[in-house]
């Protein structure tokens, strides 16, 4: 059989990482130049929530495929979807196609993901995973910090269709290294099966609890239904014979305490590189440039801060750095929430999202690290899919609540139509709009985007506190016993 060539393997799984986050936020500051192209305010939120919507119903069952029949497969399968959405995704002529064609990116995005952190997983030692989970964690924060950026500048010089494009060279690149130098040793179970009925209820759940929090009108009625299904989901998977989240791993506190605190930060972190820069273009009127310009102390911060926990963990052990990393990403969404005000100056979010990307920089890579640490090979796909799954979940519930708050503030007087929000968020910036309407729809986007500086520090307060409870040991030296933990039925 042939064996695996670590170090081009290594640069293909980066590629496949960089390409799926850099595209959960690229978008952020193209957004405004597409919504003055394509119309559609309203729907706004649904571009980053229907990506990551699609892909975090899809991460855990991709993980359970992986641990089932390979993580070589799994992975080729979602980049050849992520790739060929992407190219429709560019050609899209209306809001509501760009949308569609954004579930079917985020359906190839669910493999991508985890499945190239848990590769790393399996043909690293727990030595060698720190580093090099570091630097996928700096990687990761790298391209999903760097995307509204990236954005401002392919809106300035070339066209937003380009956000989307620019995935197809990063993708084919990533997947001919994966096809030549990845060959696994596959650890197949006799009879395995899918968990189908699990699947169901864990897709329709998690689609009726986003639509839910949306937080108007008949959306609020998904929200007892997707409690209904997700109960009915816990059920299935206690009886399940190969359940897609196994729910004896939630009783290992590192794995339960690391998801937790995934969830809350992951709806901060979504939260401030999709509406920071909408409230420097919107609010204190800066460029698109300008507005990827603030998450750029984000862009430095988070990979420095991953490369060097990633390095000192194995001596410091995961608690210090995710305690000391959640505090200190707490104190930059406090920062946000209190002086990001109109005619604020441009160093409040550079300073704010800089302390919030050394933070998470730390807390996400330990944390990570931690999960896979705990459990074997044959569960390590789930493990990390379920880190994955509530981290992407946290983001689109974030997501999704602050969007329906904006879109609340925007819609709240009747008198204001539709089209004079879309043009307030055109490159002209409403300039062409009776003063009362520009007054009063410019005061209704800075209240909508102060509430939502207060839900992301909420929820970023709420994730350390999260982390004080992680367990207060160095590292696992041996894969935890699931059989220690089973569950009665």
């Given amino acids: 059989m042939r064996t695996t060539h670590r170090p081009f393997t290594t640069l293909a799984l980066a590629l496949c990482l960089f390409v799926a986050a850099l595209e959960m936020t690229v978008v952020s500051t193209a957004m405004p130049t597409v919504v003055s192209d394509l119309g559609g305010i ?110 401002g500048l392919i809106v300035k010089y070339l066209t937003w269709h380009w956000i989307f494009f620019i995935n197809i060279p990063i993708g084919i690149a990533s997947m001919v290294l994966l096809v030549l130098f990845f060959h696994e040793q596959l650890q197949r179970k006799e009879r395995a099966r899918l968990d189908y009925a ?11 609890l986003l639509f839910g929090v949306q937080g108007s009108g008949a959306t609020l009625l998904a929200l007892p239904v997707a409690a209904l299904l997700l109960t009915a989901f816990v059920f299935v998977e206690l009886r ?55 998450i750029t102390p ?47 100056s441009m160093l409040v979010p550079q300073i704010a999202m800089g302390l919030f990307g050394i933070g998470l920089g730390f807390a996400a890579m330990a944390t990570m690290v931690a999960v896979q640490t705990t459990v074997g090979w044959e569960l390590r796909g789930v493990a990390t899919a379920s880190s994955m799954f509530f981290r992407t979940i946290g983001g689109s519930l974030g997501v999704g609540v602050m969007g329906g708050v904006l879109v ?47 839900i992301m520090c909420s929820a970023m307060l709420a994730a350390f506190t999260a982390g004080l409870f992680f367990p207060k040991v160095k590292r696992a030296t041996t894969p935890v016993n699931m059989s220690d933990v089973t569950a009665s039925h």
């Avoid at 794995?255 to 920071?276: D, K, P």
């Avoid at 089209?419 to 009776?434: C, D, I, N, V, Y």
């Fill in 42 to 151: 309203q729907h706004y939120a649904w571009v980053f929530t229907a990506y990551m919507l699609s892909s975090t119903i899809t991460v855990p069952i991709y993980g359970k495929l992986a641990d089932l029949y390979g993580r070589k497969p799994i992975i080729l399968f979602g980049s050849t979807l992520f790739l060929l959405s992407s190219l429709a995704c560019g050609f899209s002529t209306s809001m509501n196609m760009l949308i569609a064609f954004r579930v079917l990116q985020g359906l190839g995005a669910g493999a991508m993901q985890p499945i190239a952190l848990t590769i790393i997983g399996d043909i690293y030692t727990l030595e060698q995973r720190g580093k090099v989970q570091g630097a996928f964690s700096a990687v990761w924060g790298i391209a999903g910090l760097a995307g509204p950026l990236t954005g």
């Fill in 198 to 208: 699990g699947a169901a209820l864990l897709s329709s759940g998690v689609v009726a």
């Fill in 408 to 454: 609340s503030q925007l819609m709240k007087d009747p008198n204001v139509p539709v089209s004079a929000a879309t043009e307030l968020l055109g490159p002209e910036h409403g300039r062409g709009l009776a003063p009362a309407i520009l007054e009063t729809l410019g005061g209704a986007l800075n209240t909508g985007l102060s509430i939502n500086f207060w």
């Fill in 298 to 344: 984000m862009i430095v911060g988070w990979p420095l801060a991953s490369l060097i926990g990633g390095k000192v963990m194995v001596r410091t052990g995961f608690r210090p750095l995710i305690v000391g990393g959640l505090g200190l990403a707490s104190i930059g969404t406090v920062l946000m929430a209190l002086l990001l005000k109109p005619g604020a």
């Fill in 240 to 294: 399940a014979a190969e359940p897609i989240i196994p729910m004896n791993i939630f009783k290992i506190p590192t794995i339960a305490i690391s998801n937790v605190a995934g969830a809350l930060f992951s709806a901060a972190q979504f939260g401030a590189t999709t509406y920071v820069p909408l409230y420097v273009q919107g609010v204190l009127g800066g460029s698109a440039t300008m507005a990827g310009g603030m």
